[in-house]
């Protein structure tokens, strides 16, 4: 479905991806991980066709341009609209005339009860909930998603999962940039490690444990960030 052949980008004499090479199946789940500044982002816009390497080829196969769901890392809303408005209103530039989807989202992400509060209103969690819903709002055959949970409570963050978990079982396909494990155990199947620009590894979320052993040998950010992975209760007194 997705195919990236020797993808490089350089910006300002800076190289920020060297020679990555993967291929995305349909229906997959995948988490871009890796420490700041190890270009998650500038790999997730590359595959979401935002912007261009500067080498090497990123090719997908969907029915249309339209079909490509991006949920950026800034909230991109109206402060002055109402929930319902912005529904309308991207409701409209997509053309999506499926209503009943739109009701769904609506009910599965608890937006009606917000539906008349304008942006400036809501909470930052509420104001993810309606970022995610209107990216995906055209019912995409592939989503990205960068850092689209920061700050959003365990409570919206499960309306949230539940719903892409649902869109991923009908066959959508997710790739989304995320630090946070909770995320990361309830959403991908799979993970892609990215360290300085390069594609460490890939590897099912089930081999975890035998996959971060590689990078255990070294004082990296890689080595805490799966060192978190597990939180020891014993160990903090509880
Ligand atoms: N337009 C740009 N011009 C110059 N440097 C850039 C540009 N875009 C990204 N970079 C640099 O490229 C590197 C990778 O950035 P990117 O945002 O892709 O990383 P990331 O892994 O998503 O990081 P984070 O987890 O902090 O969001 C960083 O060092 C960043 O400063």
Known sequence: ???????????????????ITAGVERGESI??????????STLLKIMASLIKPTSGKCEISLSTPKTVGYIPQQIALFPNMSVKDHLKYYQKLTKQKDQAFINEMSS??????IMNKKVEELSGG?????????????????IFLDEAFVGVDLAFKH???TWLNKLNNQGV????VSHDWHVIYNLAKTMWVLQDGKLMDQFLIKDISKREMDYQSEDSALKKM??????????NGN
């Open 108 to 113: 599965a992400l608890d937006l009606n009860s």
């Open 226 to 235: 799966f060192a978190l992975r597990k939180f020891d209760y014993e160990k």
């Open 126 to 142: 509420m104001a993810r909930k309606l970022n995610l819903a209107v990216g995906v709002i055209h019912r995409p055959e592939m």
């Open 159 to 161: 309306d949230m999962l």
């Open 31 to 40: 988490c871009l991980f890796g420490p700041n500044g190890a270009g998650k």
């Open 1 to 19: 479905m997705l195919e990236l052949q020797n993808i490089n980008y350089v910006k300002k004499n800076k190289e920020i991806l060297n020679k």
């Open 173 to 176: 396909t997710i790739v989304f």
